[in-house]
């Protein structure tokens, strides 16, 4: 079993920034990939960014040069670093992290950027 916890979600006016984490615990291969995703009401869930453990990252075109991913291996952990916000980021964020073709997710938090 694998379990995600998000952090760092709240309310923000356009242009600032915010810095979400997922933690990771329970059975976890030590070659992975992590992402983020995010819903807006009434659209499908998107991708946002993964990244891979060694590194390798890939963005969706709507968060280029705005959002950068990171991680920290030793503590299982993914970052979301989100500069330069827009209302339309508005969002509940979802950790995934796939295992054993099985793909987890977080419970989510909310983003919430003001005109």
């Known amino acids: 079993q694998v379990q995600l916890v998000e952090s760092g979600g709240g309310l923000v006016q356009a242009g600032g920034s915010l810095r979400l984490s997922c933690a990771a615990s329970g059975r976890i291969a030590s070659l992975n990939v992590m992402g983020w995703f995010r819903q807006a009401p009434g659209k499908q869930r998107e991708l946002v960014a993964t990244?891979?453990?060694?590194?390798?990252?890939n963005y969706a075109d709507s968060v280029k040069g705005r959002f950068t991913i990171s991680r920290a291996n030793a503590k299982n952990t993914v970052y979301l670093q989100m500069n330069s916000l827009k209302p339309e980021d508005t969002a509940v964020y979802y950790c995934?992290?796939?295992?054993?073709?099985?793909?987890?997710w977080g419970e989510g938090t909310l983003v919430t950027v003001s005109s």
């Open positions: 990244i891979t453990t060694l590194g390798t990252t």
């Open positions: 995934k992290l796939p295992q054993s073709g099985v793909d987890y």
